[in-house]
Structure formats: C-alpha cells, structure tokens
C-alpha cells in the first residue's frame, strides 16, 4: 500500500464502493491530508457532504489476495536473516559445548595429577661429597675387637647415613613437612676422596678404601645414594647441577637443602630460586667456607650438626699404636734434670713382652687381615681424638690446595727445631718413640742441584751433619755446601730407617726415624718411602726429652753406598738413592744397615 501525502486544500481518501467503515475514517478526520491509491479505487473527500451515506465496498477475495501479498513480501523479506541468524546460533552453541567439555576433562586431568602429586610427596638433599666431609666420628669411628678397617668403614657409613636422615627430619617438623620422604644424593671423587682420607689417617692407602663406608651408606636406606661421579674435575658439579634443575619445580619435591655452598659456581643455578625460603634451605658446616655470595640469595640457611666435619681436613691424623716403652729409655730418666725430662706415667694398656716383639700387622690396617684374631701380627686399632696440627707457634694452619699448603699442614710441624732441643737430649713422644728434629721440604731446585754435586763427588754425611768427621783418609767430599745443599742432604739421609726404629737413642744416628715425606705412599701419596709403616703412626709432638748415647766411633767405614767408596764416618748419598722415589713395588718393612744399599726418596 503506497502513501502519498499532497499539500492542498481539500485531502481526497480513496475509498471503496462499499464504503470505508466509520472507525477508519475516524483516524483520519483531523487535519492531515492524505491520499490513498489501491486498485479499482477513487479519489473521494470525505468532506463532502454525504460522504458516509456513500460508501463502496470492497470485494472479499480481493482483500485476502492483498493481504497474502503482503504477508508474502514480508516472509520473503525476512526469512533469509532468520536463517541466518538461526545457523550463527547453532554454531556459538557447538563452540560452547566443546569448550566446556574440554574444560570438564582438563579439570578431571588436573584433579588426578594433583591427587598423584600429593600421594607421594619427598624432599631432595643434595650433598658435594668432595667439600661437605662427614665428620670423623662418623668416618674414622672406633674399631672394636677384631674388627678390621673395612668393617670399622662399614658401620661409620651406616651410621653416617641414618645420623644425616635424623637431622634432615629434624629440620623438617619445624617447617611442618614430618609427612615427606627424605632422598639423599651424594657425588663426590671416591677415588680422590679417599686419598685426601688416606692422608688425614682416616683411611688406609688404597685408591678407593673408602668404598665400605659408600657401600655401607647406600645399604641403610632405599632412597639415600653416595654416587661416584669420577675423577674428572667437575664431575660431581654437573650432576647436582642437573639433579636441581629437574626438581626446583617439581610438585612432588616439597623442599630442597643444598649443601654444596663452598663452591661459589652454584650460584648461577640458584639465582633464578632467590628468595624463595619456603622451598630451599642451604647447608652451612663449620669445616667448609660458606662464601658471601650465597647469603644473599635469601634462602634459608640451617647447619646440621654432628653430620660433617667441624674442621677443615687440613692435617692428616694418624693411626696411633698402643703405648710401647723402650726399657734403656726409661733407665736414663734419672740422669736428666727434671725440668726437661716429663715422667711418663704407667700406661694401663701397655702390651705385653710377646706383643712388642710382633710386627703391625699391614694388612689389619687396609681391613685385609683374613687370620682375624688368629694373625701372628698386631692388629692396631685406629685412633680418632687426634689432635688439631698446629705450628710450632700454636697458630692452626690453614691449606688452600696446593701443594706447598699441603706441606705446611703436615704434622711433620709439630717436631721441634734443632735449635729447641737440648744439648745431649733426644726428643720422644708420648710412647717413648723417638723423633727426629724438623727438616724444611727442599725445592726441586736445590734437590737436582744435590744431584749434581752426588755425581761429581759423594758427600760425607757425618761431616756435613754431625759436623766433625774422624776418619783420617775419608774418601767422601768434604767442601763447602751451601744451607739449602744441607738440608736436602739431610732430608735424604733420613728417609733411610733406622736399624733400631723409634728405640734409638744415638746421638749422632743420622738416620731417619719417623717420615717427614708429605707425599708419602702411606698417607696416600705416590712418593715409595723406605721407613717402615709403624714409622707412620707415631704421634709426632714432643712428650719428654731422654739422654742420648755417646758412643766412641767404630773404625770401619760406613757408606750408604753399595760398593763401598772411601771411608767416612757417616758414609755417603749416592745419586741413585736420590731417584729411586719411583720404587714403589718393595717390602714396607725392609731394614737398612749401615752398608745397605736401598735408595732414599726426596719429599
């Protein structure tokens, strides 16, 4: 239906014959004018007189034909945005749907990891092995009667394990986490490890005689591993760092305690951790230096006590052997004013006449000993209250590594200076065993200077260190030798033994009576030493000093040499005993006469 509207004076409505019903009109009889144009229509005003007595009436069928045509127009018109409509609405509801069953199952998947993660939860306790050492109640524990040193290992091991999973849970009740597991992992060197113990007197002389206290470890519980991660150099570094990386975010780890804080290179892996206090917690132990740098990282920081070493393993502490007193020692004591002499005190444990004539037994000492009680040898037990080394100024020596530091930690600085002991005297320790006076290693330098001065000419040992020689033609070189000559020269004549061992007291015995070698085979070194192994067990600080024997020359000469050369009273050094430091395949216990010919090593 078209609506035209037409500005004029009179407004004509199109109507019917029939007439247009009187409600219709009465919309219209105001002032607008409109015009209406249908078919078969008029133009009529409706203010016409007579206007509603002449009506035209429209047909029926044509009306519905109208209105189909126009219910027609709109369907058409409108159908295709419904459709539309109706296919974006069905689309949205599949969208829908399946975001919400993705989400239902990602939220099922997630209840179940969360469940799992839960079930078994466990904290994480990562060990440096090489700079965190288990203290040496737990490492060098006591032997009891007939038990070797692998047995007295085994049971520091098993020891050492429950003793670190006690403080670990410990520590664990104050952070509300009692209810988790506890997973030791340990890497270290075992082999360079066991050489450091092996030179503390800890351990026996074997490449790897820590292995029982490893094994032992491993064996107390399931989740608690001492792993070897060989001798390369960073060996064990990149195993704990891998280890904290996997677990820093894992959900099952609730904690982890970091006990490698003496190596400042763990400080990149744990900077992306700083400050987060609730998950890790870093070790600190008196025997190691805990750098600055970890501090900062705002982590926890706890010790555990009685687990690792409460000093720095910076001085060997050797095996002891029962007190063994020496009859034409203590017969002297009374010759001597009592303000140098100390009385030595009867020892409750001194062995009997049959246990002093037995050899140490060498293989009770590295736990080899198959005889048990039944080996005709002495079985020696280990001692662990040794005492701190400290130089002769009391001052404690601290090592960095090297080996000039290692040196200088030996305990070979507790034997007093030359110019500290009394004329006439000899210094003994405790045992009555006799120590010999103090003698700086040499430099490399002035041993192949010595050497060299040996290949030209033997030097006469009595003359450069008894300072006298009364042989009248002695063959030997007695010309100027400097300082630093001297006290190689002295250092080689006493890595020769002693025939009578610690029960000498000759004055003028030039001999060697305890080892002074650093690097010596039985504390885990690769140098051959001649003395025998009881040599080594000795306590080496002064207890008392006894009377020396003066006894008038022998005529005979003495040489260290095999074929003799010249008199002299104190014999030579020949080159070879100089070199042969490489021996290492002779008996431990070979004694050398006064015309024997076995080498000497220069430490």
Not at 121 to 145: A, C, H, M, Q, R
Not at 164 to 190: F, P, W
Request: glycine content about 8%.
């Amino acid at each position: 239906m078209n609506v035209i509207t037409r500005p004029t004076t009179a407004t004509y409505y199109p109507v019917t014959r029939s007439g247009v019903s009187r409600s219709l009109l009465g919309l219209y009889r105001h002032a607008l004018h409109i015009r209406i144009a249908l078919p078969s229509l008029r133009y009529f005003d409706i203010r016409r007189p007579g206007f509603y007595n002449d009506t035209i009436m429209v047909a029926e069928d044509e009306l519905l034909r109208d209105k189909a045509q126009l219910a027609e127009y709109r369907k058409s018109n409108t159908l295709s945005d419904i459709l539309d409509k109706y296919v974006a609405l069905i689309e949205d509801h599949q969208r829908l749907r399946s975001d919400y069953e993705e989400e239902r199952d990602a939220r099922e998947k997630y209840k179940q990891m969360a469940r799992g993660q839960e079930r078994n939860p466990f904290v994480l306790v990562l060990v440096d092995g090489d700079g965190y050492i288990f203290n040496e109640d737990l490492v060098g524990t006591k032997s009891f009667e007939g038990e070797g040193n692998a047995e007295r290992l085994a049971r520091g091991g098993s020891n050492a394990a429950r003793q670190l999973n006690d403080a670990i849970k410990t520590s664990l009740r104050r952070k509300g986490l009692e209810h988790c597991q506890v997973m030791v992992r340990v890497y270290a060197n075992v082999a360079g490890l066991s050489k450091a113990l092996s030179k503390a007197g800890l351990v026996g002389a074997e490449k790897r005689s820590f292995a029982p206290f490893i094994a032992s470890f491993n064996r107390s519980s399931g989740l608690s591993d001492f792993v070897d991660a060989g001798e390369l150099k960073e060996n064990a570094d990149f195993k704990l760092r891998s280890l904290l990386q996997l677990y820093a975010d894992n959900a099952q780890c609730k904690h982890i305690y970091f006990a490698a804080c003496h190596d400042v290179g763990y400080i990149s892996d744990l900077t992306p951790h700083a400050g987060n206090s609730t998950r890790f917690t870093l070790i600190n132990s008196r025997g190691i230096k805990f750098h600055d740098e970890f501090a900062k990282l705002g982590m926890g920081v706890e010790e555990l006590p009685g687990v690792f070493r409460s000093t720095p393993l910076d001085g060997p502490a050797f095996y002891r052997p029962p007190n063994t007193g020496f009859a034409n020692s203590n017969n002297m004591t009374n010759k001597v004013a009592p303000s140098l002499v100390k009385q030595q005190p009867p020892s409750t444990d001194t062995p009997s006449v049959s246990e002093k004539a037995r050899s140490v037994c060498d293989f009770y000492k590295v736990g080899k000993c198959k005889y048990g009680a039944q080996c005709r040898y002495l079985h020696v037990s280990s001692s662990t209250n040794s005492p701190s080394w400290r130089s002769p100024s009391g001052d404690k020596l601290e090592t960095n590594g090297s080996a000039e530091s290692q040196r200088s930690a030996s305990p070979t600085v507790s034997l007093p200076r030359k110019e500290t002991i009394p004329p006439s005297l000899i210094p003994v320790n405790k045992n009555n065993y006799r120590l010999d006076p103090y003698i700086p290693p040499p430099s490399t330098e002035t041993v192949q200077e010595l050497r060299a001065r040996i290949n030209n000419k033997r030097l006469c040992n009595s003359y450069y260190l008894n300072g006298s020689c009364e042989q009248e033609n002695c063959g030997f070189d007695h010309g100027p030798l400097s300082p630093d000559l001297k006290n190689a020269l002295e250092s080689l004549a006493r890595s020769l033994p002693c025939p009578k061992r610690g029960s000498c007291r000759k004055a003028n015995c030039t001999h060697g009576h305890i080892c002074q070698t650093p690097d010596c085979k039985h504390r885990g070194g690769k140098l051959y030493c001649k003395l025998p192994y009881a040599s080594h067990n000795e306590d080496y600080a002064v207890a008392s000093y006894l009377p020396a024997e003066t006894r008038p020359r022998q005529s005979r000469q003495t040489s260290y040499a095999s074929n003799g050369g010249g008199g002299g009273g104190g014999g030579s050094i020949r080159d070879d005993d100089a070199e042969s430091s490489s021996r290492g395949d002779e008996d431990d216990d070979e004694q050398v006469g006064m015309n024997g010919s076995n080498g000497a090593s220069i430490g």
